[in-house]
Nanobody
Framework: QVQLVESGGGLVQAGGSLRLSCAVS????????MGWFRQAPGKAREFVAA????????YYADSVKGRFGISRDSAENMVYLQMNTLKPEDTAIYYC????????????????????WGQGTQVTVSS
């Protein structure tokens, strides 16, 4: 069974940066496309970023393009989300997800395509 554990969340001032980490166990990371999603209080969970199995393809929500970067380190079984120029609107619980059903290059923003989810880590951005 694949397990995902997020870390790195916290409180940061607007304009600051945070780097979220996702530790993957129980599977070979290179076999999974990976994604980050977030859920603000009272809102539905939404797509943030995704990266293909080999890391060549990346896709971002319009709201974070140019500010966030997703990356992966297969040797360490880790996935990261670098968040820069943070805004109060970025405040949410951030979730890591894994999808083995995709091809080597295909990524998806659809939550229903992901097979495994982490417990989430809180990110709070103050004004």
């Amino acid at each position: 069974q694949v397990q995902l554990v997020e870390s790195g969340g916290g409180l940061v001032q607007a304009g600051g940066s945070l780097r979220l980490s996702c530790a993957v166990s129980g599977g070979t990371l290179r076999l999974y496309a990976m994604g980050w999603f977030r859920q603000a209080p009272g809102k539905a969970r939404e797509f943030v970023a995704a990266i293909s199995r080999l890391g060549s393809n990346q896709y971002y929500a319009d709201s974070v393009k140019g500010r966030f970067g997703i990356s992966r380190d297969s040797a360490e079984n880790m996935v990261y989300l670098q968040m820069n120029t943070l805004k109060p609107e970025d405040t949410a619980i951030y979730y890591c997800a894994a999808d083995r059903r995709t091809s080597a290059t295909t990524i998806t923003y659809s939550q229903t395509e992901y097979d495994y989810w982490g417990q989430g880590t809180q990110v709070t951005v103050s004004s």
